[in-house]
């Protein structure tokens, strides 16, 4: 029998779940982590050449990944070889994480009871799940919901008609109306006849004083979680896909759309109805003209405009002709 094949078949004998889930045979998977984050009887994956260096230090006891790339992981990593890593990674969270697939609502929503957040004023028709903390000096505003588990900080705004699941916020947070933050992302392996499904079980943290204005969309991570750093501002309608990580300091003008699994660095300036691809690395202090396409990593310092996004000197001396 095949690696693969006993893997599945050891994948199909789960005898229970999250947080810690057992194979036959005692192999125990504590959790399906990306490869800088896993830790020692977790299972990670490595599907691209991109992700190299992360691959050598990685921690995790079992990888999923390709015969091509297995020589870049560490001796002590166990591989798992199969012919397509996101299509067998979509198929291994299916079966662990059984829910994951769709984003179901949440049925344990309720009015808030004053008796659980004393310092926390709510509007009308607001309705909050299981497990929700919520810090002292918060607003919660009208016909908002926030689902179970989520955690909000102190001193945080929360507009009208606003849906929080699967995140967490901290301190002095203002979230206008009509948000949406930690539903599922889009990703789907495309097969013959059928697309599959890949499950999201990542979460959104948003951190102290970041503000995000009215319409705003924050898919919640796929393994990983997207983060959006320190005092970040997002304007109007802005978009951001699963596993995107934006750094501190950063201005984002509406409409502006991020691609999943992209990095963005410090002190990022990007104008108005920009595009960024998936999976680039976006360095600190860079500027990004409005209506940008950027399909390339951008190094830190730069100043880039147009699609494909060039550098601001080139994308002049391209004009002028």
């Known amino acids: ?46 599907d691209s ?53 769709i984003d179901y609502p949440d049925l344990s929503l309720n009015k808030p009871r004053k008796s659980g957040f004393k310092k926390v004023s709510f509007g009308n028709n607001v309705l909050i799940g299981k497990k929700v903390k919520i810090g ?24 009208s008609g606003v849906i929080i699941k699967n995140s967490i916020i901290g301190d002095d947070v203002v979230i206008q109306d009509n948000c949406k933050i930690g539903q599922k992302g889009f990703g789907f392996i495309p097969t013959k006849g059928k697309n599959i499904k890949l499950p999201h079980i990542g979460r959104v943290e948003i951190k102290d004083r970041v503000e995000i204005a009215s319409g705003c969309t924050i898919d919640r991570g796929s393994i990983d979680d997207t983060v959006i750093g320190k005092n970040t501002y997002l304007d109007n309608q802005v978009h951001i896909a699963h596993n995107v ?3 501190s300091n950063c201005m984002i003008a509406g409409q502006v759309g991020f691609a999943g699994s992209s990095k963005i660095g410090d002190n990022v300036s990007i104008g108005g ?7 680039l690395k976006i360095g600190n202090n860079v500027k990004i003209g409005g209506g940008s396409g950027v399909i390339r990593d951008v190094k830190d310092h730069s100043i880039v405009m147009g699609y494909p996004a060039v550098s601001l000197k080139d994308f002049i001396k391209k004009i002028k002709n």
């Open 273 to 279: 109805q920009a595009g960024i691809s998936g999976h």
């Open 49 to 101: 050449k991109k992700y190299q260096e992360l691959s050598s230090k990685t921690k995790a006891s079992y990888c999923l990944t390709t015969k091509q790339l297995a020589p870049d992981l560490p001796k002590s990593t166990e591989t798992i070889i199969v012919k397509n890593v996101l299509y067998e990674l979509a198929i291994v969270l299916s079966k662990i994480y059984i829910d994951a697939e």
């Open 245 to 247: 990580q934006i750094g």
């Open 1 to 46: 029998m095949s690696k693969i094949n006993f893997f599945k078949k050891r994948i199909n004998k789960i005898s229970f779940f999250y947080p810690k889930f057992k194979f036959i045979n005692d192999l125990i998977i504590n959790n399906i982590k990306p490869l800088k984050f896993a830790k020692k009887n977790d299972l990670t994956f490595y």
């Open 136 to 159: 002292k000096n918060s607003f919660i505003g009208s016909n908002s919901i926030i689902e179970s588990n989520v955690v909000i900080g102190k001193g945080c705004v929360i507009g």
